[in-house]
Every structure is written in C-alpha cells, then in structure tokens.
C-alpha cells in the first residue's frame, strides 16, 4: 500500500464520516480502535476535541435511553430469573433467584402456565397470519387507488382511509363492541341476507373447527384429539382463530391499513411516471406493469410495512384489553396481554417478564427471517414467470 | 393509533421493567425489608378504594373525614381504577396505601406475601363478624383484616313475565326439580327463563347447593372432581342444553342482571349490588328476591366480600386500626348499607338491617349458609381458566372441566 492512496483514503474518509480523524491508514479495525479511544495530548491532531464534544453531544440522549430503555430491559430481565412476588424492591437480597424456571415452565413442564402461554401463542399465529398480509394487500390497494392520477377529491378519499388510524384505538373498539353486538349492525346486515350472525365476541369456536364442522367432522379425530406438542392436543393447534378473534383482527386491519397506505402512497409518489409510461410503450400490461415496474420500486417500503405490520401484530394488547380481556374461552388471549395479566393480577412478575421476553425474541426471530427472504438476489426468481 | 399501539405494545413488554424503574426511583435499593416502624403523632392516613361507584366514594369519604376530624388525623381517600393493579404497584415500589380493600377471592395472595398486616383481632368484638367471612380472612390460622361488608347471591324473579306464563307465589322454585319446572313453563311461553353468568362466581352456588366445593374446608385440598360437583354441573348442563337457561352474553347483556333488567331472562341469579343497578337503569321491572333453590345436599349460595386491609409497610398502623374500628361499628356498617346497598358483616347490625330493607331478606338469609372464595393464593389464574372452559359447559363433558380444574388446583396448592 503506498502512502499516496493512504493519503487519499483518508481524505475520503473525512468526507464521508464527517468529523472522523486522520488515522494514518492502517486498516479499518485498529482505525475504528483508535476512534473510540479518549484523546491523548499527542494523539488525535487537531480534530482531537471534536470526539469529546461529539460524545457531549450525543450524551443526553444516550444517558435518557439508558434509564428509559436499556436499564428497565437489564431489570425486567432480572426479574424474570427471580420469583419475586412484587413486594419491595427485586433487588433485594431476600428475593428468590429462580434460574431459567419461568421459561422452562413456559416450555418443558405440563402444567396451566404452559397451556396459557402455547394458547396464547396459538392464537397470535393466526391474528398474524391473517392481519399482516390483509392489511399489507389492502393498504397497496387503497395507496394505488389514491395515487391514481384519473381519480378526483383525491383529499376527500386520502382523509377517510387515513382517519381510522388517527383516531384512538380504544374509542374504536367500543364502537367495534357494539357493532359486533349481537343485535348490533354487522348482524343486522347479514340478517338482511338471510344469515343468522354468530353471537361474535362469546363465540369461541374456531374458524377451522366451524369449517370442519360442516363436513360433519364435530369431534376431533382420535389421531388429533390425542397428544401435540407443548402441552396442546394437534386439534387445539388447528382450531383457527375463533370467531371473537376475527371481530379483533376485522377492526385492527380497518385502522391500520390507513397508516400503511399513507407509506406506500409516499413511496408511489416518488416512483418516476416516466417509467411507467416507457413500460406502458412497450406494451405492459396494467399487471406486469404493476408486478414489474411499481413493486421492485416499493420494495423498501413493503419491506417496512412488513416490519412494523408483524411487530405491531405480536404485541397487539389494546384491543384485547378493551373488548375482550382474552374471553370467550381464551381464544383472544395473546401473549402481550398474557405477560401482562401473569404480572399485574397474578403478581406472578418473573413469569410475566419471562413471557415477554420470549415475545421479544419471537419478534426479532420473524424479524430477521422476514429481512433474509426479502433480501436482494441479483438472479431473477423463476418461479413467477407463469405469472408473466 | 399506530403510535397507540406502540406504545401499548412497549408498555405491555417492558412493563416490568418500567415497573422496576419506577421502584428504583422511589427509593434505593437499600432498604432491608423489615417491619416499618410505628410513627407517633399525628397521621396522614392513605386509603385506597376499589369503589363500586360515586355513591360509595362520596360515603367513604364523609366518613373517613368524620374520623380524621374525630381523632385528629388526615385521610385521604383515593378509589382506584383498577385496585389489584394500583396496589400491586404500590406494593412494588415499597410504598402502598395504609388501608385498602382487599377483595376476598385475592386476600390469600396478599397474606401468604406478607403484604397484610393480621390486625383481625384488635378491632372490637371480632366475634361479631360472620364466621363465613371471619373464615375467609383467616390465613395460617391468623384472623388478618375486619369484613368491610358482604353480599350474597340469590334468585331475582321479574313479576311480570312471573305471572305472564301463569306461574304464583306458589310456583317460586326451592329445589332445583321445581326450578326445571317453572323454567319449562317460561320457556313455553318464549321466555328465556334463567340468565346464569359463566363464571364459578354463579355457578359455584350449584356446586355449593349438591354439597361440593372446588377445595376442601381448609383451602389445602382440591375437591374440583367430587361426584357433587359433576352433578351440579351436569344439572346446569341440562339447563343450558335445553334452553332453560343461559348465559347472558348470548342475550347480548354484560352481566346477568343487564339481561334481567331488559325482560330478556325472567329469572337470574345474582347478589345485591343487582337492587343499585335495577333502581338506575331498570327502575320500571317489579322483580321480587328469593334464597335459591336448594340443591341435592340443601342450601348453598356464595358470598362475596372485602376487608379493610392494613399494610404491613404502612407507618400508622395503630391509627390504621382505629380508622378500621370506626368503619366497621354497627352504625358506620348501616350507613353504608343505606348509601350503596351493601349488607353489615356484624351479625349484631343484621336485626337493623332487616328493619330497614325487608326485601332483602333473602340475602342476608345466606349468610347462614354462605360459600366464600378460594381461599388459597395464586389460584387466580386456575379459576379464570375454569371460568373460561365453563363457557363451553352447554358441549363439554362436566367430568373433563372438572378434571381440568382438579389437576390444576393440585399443582397450585402443593407448589
């Protein structure tokens, strides 16, 4: 390596990093060593003190997610390694250090807590796979429709997608209470078809289990009914969401399919209508100029809407809380709401801290699964070209 | 709402740890757990309330001012929003309310962590209270915290859809034969004849009226699968199978009296507290109250109750004691009964309080025969879940429930 392009690396190094310090090029590591550590007298030159005003300046923010964030982590994590019983400080010498038990009782021992937790878990996998790929498919629908340049009062129809999302979500879902009534409107409207709507937020019967049921399968097969894993028999697992749940996820696609239209709107306004109109010369259809053209560019976004849909679906809690609190027959019991009543009403605190943390590991788990199937592959997928 | 549910989400993961924040500021975390001394002079009572609704603050807080004025102290009377919470919290961050309700279905959460301070016997004539509910406040054998009041659950009749099916005085059900009948001439008529909540807060009674119960007479053993309690389940089964009765959020009511109040049950079981919500929202049903209908092995009903608890952190116990006096004297007791519809738990207030509310004679009755909660900790969680499975009684076999119920009341009970 001549000192020539060491110079220059340098020089490009600043420019990028801002006030990074000449490093004398000795490659990235030892550059990277030198840049956190303190400032000797001779060290540093004369951007020396740049790094003391830069660490001042990030410090309020760091000391404030410090306490507000990093250190109730550490100590709700803390907590669920003890069988502390919410009395007095948990770092109290006096507090039991139970070691991995509230996670094993989460997993390995047969036993009510399990049972909660795995029904729980049960009925948030169904929540989630029905809401995200909804809300994602109709947020795209009503952000293409508003982004249509034929289309008047344009304003009128992006308020009116939007205001479900402003509005608070626990006024929503009194409302949502009532119209899922059983003399409410949904079953009013479905009477007017003829149908004899469910009584929704004290059904518990399972989607799959009611679609089952009308092929005559009422009672599960013995091969189903006996044994699963985690503590619930293979006919628990497949019940499907129940049909209170399916109020919930009605109600929660609704309001937050506005947000996610307002992303992808802003991520359509800045697809070039060039491009559109070159592939429209080329003979594209209104598909493959959809499927080809507009979707490769929203890829970032979809990727975020994604994101925040499957993070926001896992910790759904407000609406539980207010319509259903986890009834009938804790078939909207989602774990969110479980660590929360295991804490709060049970005074079961390190069970509760364990089962958030578990939640926690789920999301980040779906998270970085979801990041390496979206991730970019220069070769094209094969497997769509029917679609072309 | 997308920001809502952020932070909800944040809240419900990380509450704990914010929990713990919170204790962290409120004091280091040097203190050595011990017994909080006795402060002398004069002080400044905390009491928090899980009130049943305005009528019940506003008497608490005239009467906790009759006494902060009487003694020389202050009182500050707080209702909580949501008291198991709120007093979790507190209990959390080493600094809860000096005196509390404590619900009888949690009071053994609270004694067995050593949260209660067992004052039972100081205040005056303890044997004056009800033995059910002195039981109920009995943990380890210490009498913790006085009655505050109690209720109990009985048959409500709506007169008019009564005598619309043609049924009398006569026809008003003792046994749970003569319940079947007169639901079956209800139902003749197309009404729903029973409107029963599916919680063991009502469904319990049955097993208490076949002669069972979910633990033994000592809290220390699970019954949950006697034969009894198959047969009181098994008879509340036929009745929800054969449309005699049913639970009110199929009648589109959040509670049994709702239902009762709209015409849309001519019978429903429910305590006291039924008689505040008929004279507001329903003050035009005529409905008449009954003990309920004895079962196999004679009477049963369930009673419910709150303490006056006193923490064992709170720094004026002695003034916490005598606070705890002045609310529980037969006098204070009938005042409260006037304002919300609550019945004394001394038995001395019980002429009193027949004299002044002759309808409710039937309650009172139960307390003779009353079956308290659970009383064993952190069976909470095990009784929600038999609460839930009862939701699906009408096509469950009772045995599995009941099953279900015993095995997880054995693992609670003996860990």
Redesign the interface.
């Known amino acids: 390596m001549s000192t020539v392009t060491t110079a220059s690396a340098d020089r490009d190094d600043r420019s990028a990093g801002g006030g990074r310090p000449a490093t004398g090029g000795r490659g990235p590591r030892q550059r990277f060593g030198r840049w956190l550590r303190w400032p000797g007298p001779f060290r540093g030159g004369i951007r020396g003190n740049e790094r003391i005003a830069g660490w001042l300046f990030v410090a309020p923010v760091i000391v404030l997610l410090g ?2 964030f990093l ?3 550490i ?2 994590f803390w ?2 390694l003890t069988d502390w ?8 010498s ?1 507090v039991p250090f139970v070691g991995g038990d509230n996670y094993t009782r989460l997993f390995t021992e047969d ?2 807590a399990r049972r ?1 937790f795995m029904t729980s878990i049960r009925n948030n996998i169904y929540y989630v796979a029905i809401v995200v790929p909804v809300q994602t498919v109709l947020a795209l629908g009503l952000a293409l429709l508003v982004n249509n340049r034929m289309l008047k009062g344009k304003g009128f129809f992006r308020t009116a997608f939007y205001f ?6 626990v006024a ?1 879902s009194v409302v949502f209470l009532f119209m899922f ?3 409410g409107a949904i079953n009013g409207i479905l009477s007017f078809f003829g149908i004899d709507g469910p ?1 929704w ?2 059904d ?1 019967r399972g989607l799959i289990h009611l679609i089952l049921g009308v092929f005559g399968v009422d009672n599960p097969p013995s091969a189903l009914a006996n044994g699963g894993p985690l503590g619930l028999t293979w006919w628990d697992w497949l019940s499907g969401p129940s049909v209170a749940m399916c109020a919930i996820m009605a109600l929660v696609i609704w ?2 399919s ?2 996610f239209m307002l992303m992808f709107l802003a991520a359509l306004q800045s697809v070039p209508v060039s491009l559109d109109e070159a592939s429209e010369l080329d003979g594209a259809t209104r598909w493959q100029r959809l499927r080809y053209v507009t979707l490769p560019l929203l890829k970032p976004t979809m990727f975020l809407v994604l994101t ?1 849909g499957l ?2 679906t896992w ?4 609406q539980i ?1 207010v319509m259903s609190q ?5 078939t909207t019991l989602t774990p ?2 479980l ?11 390190g069970r ?2 364990a089962i ?1 943390f578990v ?2 590991l789920i999301i980040v788990v779906l998270t970085l699964a979801q990041r390496w199937v979206m991730r970019d592959r220069d070769e094209p997928r094969r497997r769509f070209r029917w679609l072309r | ?2 920001r ?3 932070r ?14 919170s ?2 500021c409120g ?1 280091s ?1 040097d ?3 011990e017994a909080a001394q006795q402060t002398s002079g004069p002080a400044a009572l905390q009491i928090l309330i899980g009130s049943s609704g305005d009528a019940e603050t506003a008497a608490v807080k005239d009467a906790a001012a009759a006494w902060a004025t009487k003694s020389g102290n202050t009182a500050t009377v707080t209702p909580a929003q949501d008291l ?2 709120q007093l ?2 507190s ?2 961050g ?1 600094n809860p309310p000096d005196v509390f309700y404590v619900d009888a279905g949690r009071f053994t ?1 609270y004694a067995s ?3 209660l301070e067992p004052y039972g016997d100081k205040v005056d004539n303890p044997d004056d209270f009800y033995q059910s509910l002195k039981d109920t406040f009995t943990f380890d054998g210490k009498f913790y915290c006085a009655p505050k009041d109690f209720s109990t659950l009985a048959l409500e009749i709506n007169t008019d859809l009564w005598t619309k099916a043609g049924l009398t005085d006569a026809d008003i059900p003792t046994t749970w034969d003569q319940l079947t009948a007169a639901a079956q001439k209800l139902k003749a008529k197309g009404t729903m004849p029973l409107a029963v909540a599916d919680t063991r807060d009502r469904v319990g009674a049955f097993m208490v009226q076949s002669g069972g119960w979910i633990v033994s007479k000592d809290g220390k053993q699970a019954t949950a699968d006697s034969a009894e309690n198959v047969a009181a389940l098994t008879y509340v089964q036929t009745l929800l199978k054969q449309g005699l009765a049913s ?1 009110p ?4 009511a959040g509670w049994g009296g709702e239902a009762f109040g709209k015409g849309k049950a001519a019978m429903t079981i429910e305590g006291n507290w039924i008689k505040g919500a008929m004279t507001n929202d329903f003050p035009n049903v005529k409905y008449t109250v009954h003990e309920l209908p004895a079962g196999p092995k004679g009477k049963g009903t369930l009673s419910f109750t709150n303490c006056w608890g006193i923490a064992a ?1 709170s720094k004026f116990k002695e003034q916490a004691i005598d606070f705890v006096k002045a609310m529980t004297s037969v006098d204070q007791q009938m005042t409260y009964a006037k304002a919300f519809g609550v019945m004394p738990s001394r038995e001395s207030a019980r002429d009193q309080y027949t004299a002044a509310f002759p309808a409710d004679k039937a309650f009172i009755d139960g307390a003779e025969y009353a079956q308290g909660p659970v009383n064993a900790p ?1 069976m ?3 009784l929600a ?1 038999f609460d ?2 009862l ?2 009684l009408a096509k469950a076999d009772p045995k599995t429930l009941l099953g279900t119920l015993q095995k ?1 009341t054995q ?2 009970l003996g860990g």
């Not at chain 1, 479900?164 to 979500?169: L, N, Y």
């Not at chain 1, 910790?315 to 407000?318: H, L």
């Not at chain 2, 944040?10 to 914010?18: C, D, E, L, Q, S």
């Open positions: 306490i507000f250190a109730p982590i100590m709700a907590v669920s019983q919410g009395q007095g400080s948990p770092f109290k006096g036993g009510l909660d479900p999302s402003v509005t608070s979500s929503i009534a059983n003399s009584a937020f004290s518990a309001t937050t506005g947000t925040l993070i926001g910790q759904v809690f407000d809380y986890g009834n009938p027959a804790k969110a709401f660590s929360y009543r295991t804490a709060f009403k049970d005074f079961d605190y509760g801290a958030s939640l926690f | 709402m997308r809502n549910r952020f909800s989400g944040a809240v419900a993961v990380f509450a704990a740890g914010t929990l713990l924040a204790a962290a004091d975390f203190d050595g757990g198991t919470q979790g919290q209990l959390a080493d959460d962590v050593g949260a639970y959020k199929a009648l589109d952190k952190k909470d969680s095990v879940d839930a499975s939701n699906t997880n693992a609670t």
